[in-house]
């Protein structure tokens, strides 16, 4: 119980500090194709304690953007451990990078829980947990996803989500070139 607390205050405190525009992007090049790899890699033994394969498909070998690569990390840290929780009944998460002149789709799915329509809209709310008597089994402060739109939002972006009998698709796209006179923007030297 006290490491749950633990990451709810750690939840908490990010998601305040994100969402009071109280962090200044340090903004840099970042190797997504690099990034999604290493962060699958760390998951390793996450996949293998839940008898998860998972797979990293992308049309280019590498797209470096211009983002906050800390921040960019515990988006996809967040999206990829949500999938591991909610997706081990499908044994197999799929990242894909799609990768054009000036934007990049990331797409992460699971074939676990599928997500009621009518929830769908609700899960990037804050505390937002999916139907409790499907998940009170996951541990999860509620924060993971309404963190990870705010890195998104900060960085210009979209995300959204699909779910059905095909799997659980959440679909970031980003701007490869950020514009630079925007707020909270530190460029990284």
Known sequence: KSK???????DL???TK?????VALKIGRVDIVRLLNQLLEEFYPSFL??????ELT?????KVISADSNLLA????????NAIKYGADGKRVIVRIDAEEDMVTVRVKNYGYVIPEDEVGQIFNRFYRVD?????????????????KNIVDMHGGTIGVTSDLNGTVFTVKLKCELDAD???FDIAQ
């Open 74 to 81: 515990r988006l996809f840290d967040n999206l990829i451990n």
């Open 132 to 148: 409790q008597s499907r998940t009170s089994s996951v541990s999860g402060s509620g924060l993971g996803l309404a963190i990870a």
């Open 49 to 54: 304690a839940q008898n998860l394969s998972y």
């Open 18 to 22: 994100l969402g009071g525009g109280k």
């Open 58 to 62: 992308s049309n280019v070998p590498a």
């Open 4 to 10: 749950r607390l633990q990451q709810l205050i750690e």
């Open 182 to 184: 925007r707020e909270n």
């Open 13 to 15: 405190f990010s998601f």
